[in-house]
């Protein structure tokens, strides 16, 4: 369904892009220097209480832009651009959530964090109660930023989610069946799984993000911003991971930007804090 009349936009997630559409020709493909498609996940846990992790990623090219699942940015440095995320639904007004958005330098805004999920660190949500919460906090500022639909976790398929014994593609479809007014730019994913899973060739891990990722463009046919992607393994069978997975994202039209799980010690920073891990350094330059 068009969107005000314009081809690019989509409502209720029924107005499929072709990639053709895309905006900007796919706004960041191919991505260039200072404009990469790569972003970073972080918050202020750690002793300087705020963006110490992230901002040891200054001056990497192929880094663009950073989040911390809410807001404020914990002094992230300028280089990056700060993505403000609603977390959860507030349970009033939030006049704290506008002025993030309405913040000078704000381009685009996340909405809820795996509302799709019932464990502890997901906002948890009935479909019908998250397209309630987008018509009251995301969508006052469509045209203003870029709305990105409610971050799920595409592979799951635990029928855990939220509501029911659904999996988060069905609590997706039923979010966008209640959200027939909603307008976005584009669509959030999440995706866990192993580098390498045991038994399978050694590729069975990237081909599996990559046929989530294209089933996720597929399905919703909007600009997708993974904006949580890990797999478990050692830290060589996650390079081996990015090292396979990245020049594909980089490719593809319809990925906009990425953002790998996650900017904390043992992950793409060092055990000390200190510095890049290799892992981080691979992510940086690969
Ligand atoms: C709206 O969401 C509810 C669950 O919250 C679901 O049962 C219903 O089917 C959804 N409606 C549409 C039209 O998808
Ligand atoms: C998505 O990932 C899961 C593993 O979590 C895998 O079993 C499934 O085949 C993948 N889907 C596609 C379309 O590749």
């Keep these: 369904m068009p969107c005000?009349?314009?081809?690019?936009?989509?409502?209720?997630?029924?107005?499929?892009?072709?990639?053709?559409?895309?905006p900007d020709g796919g706004g960041t493909n191919p991505p260039t220097a200072g404009k990469g498609k790569r972003g970073l996940c972080y918050n202020n846990n750690n002793p300087s209480k705020n963006a110490v992790y992230a901002n040891m990623f200054k001056g990497y090219s192929k880094i663009s832009w950073?989040?911390?699942w809410g807001y404020p940015s914990w002094d992230l440095d300028t280089f990056f651009e700060f993505v403000p995320m609603l977390w959860g639904k507030p349970s009033g007004a939030a006049p704290d959530w506008t002025a993030a958005v309405q913040t000078a330098g704000t381009k685009s805004i996340l909405g809820f964090n795996e509302p799709d999920l019932t464990y502890g660190g997901s906002?948890?949500?009935?479909?019908?109660?998250?397209?309630?919460?987008?018509?009251?906090?995301?969508?006052?500022?469509?045209?203003?930023?870029?709305?990105?639909?409610?971050?799920?976790?595409?592979?799951?398929?635990?029928?855990?989610?939220?509501?029911?014994?659904y999996n988060s593609r069905v609590w997706?479809?039923?979010?966008?069946?209640?959200?027939?007014?909603?307008?976005f730019d584009y669509a959030a994913i999440h995706y866990y799984q192993d580098c390498e899973p045991a038994g399978r060739a050694q590729d069975t891990g990237p081909d599996w993000f990559k046929g989530n990722v294209t089933h996720a463009w597929?399905?919703?046919?909007?600009?997708?911003?993974?904006?949580?992607?890990?797999?478990y393994g050692s830290e060589d069978q996650q390079v081996r991971f990015l090292q396979k997975v990245m020049p594909w994202l980089d490719a593809q039209?319809?990925?906009a930007r990425y953002a790998y799980f996650g900017t904390f010690p043992d992950l793409l920073i060092n055990h000390d804090g200190t510095a890049l891990s290799a892992l981080g350094q691979?992510?940086?330059t690969t």
């Design 123 to 165: 906002s948890n949500m009935l479909p019908a109660d998250a397209a309630a919460g987008y018509a009251s906090y995301m969508e006052p500022f469509r045209g203003q930023v870029q709305v990105g639909t409610p971050n799920v976790l595409w592979n799951n398929d635990v029928g855990s989610s939220s509501g029911g014994a």
């Design 253 to 255: 039209a319809y990925v």
């Design 218 to 231: 597929d399905t919703l046919r909007l600009p997708l911003w993974i904006t949580e992607f890990q797999c």
């Design 172 to 183: 997706t479809r039923y979010f966008l069946g209640n959200c027939t007014a909603c307008h």
């Design 282 to 284: 691979a992510y940086a």
């Design 66 to 68: 950073a989040y911390d």
């Design 4 to 22: 005000n009349g314009k081809a690019t936009e989509t409502c209720g997630g029924s107005n499929r892009l072709t990639v053709s559409q895309l």
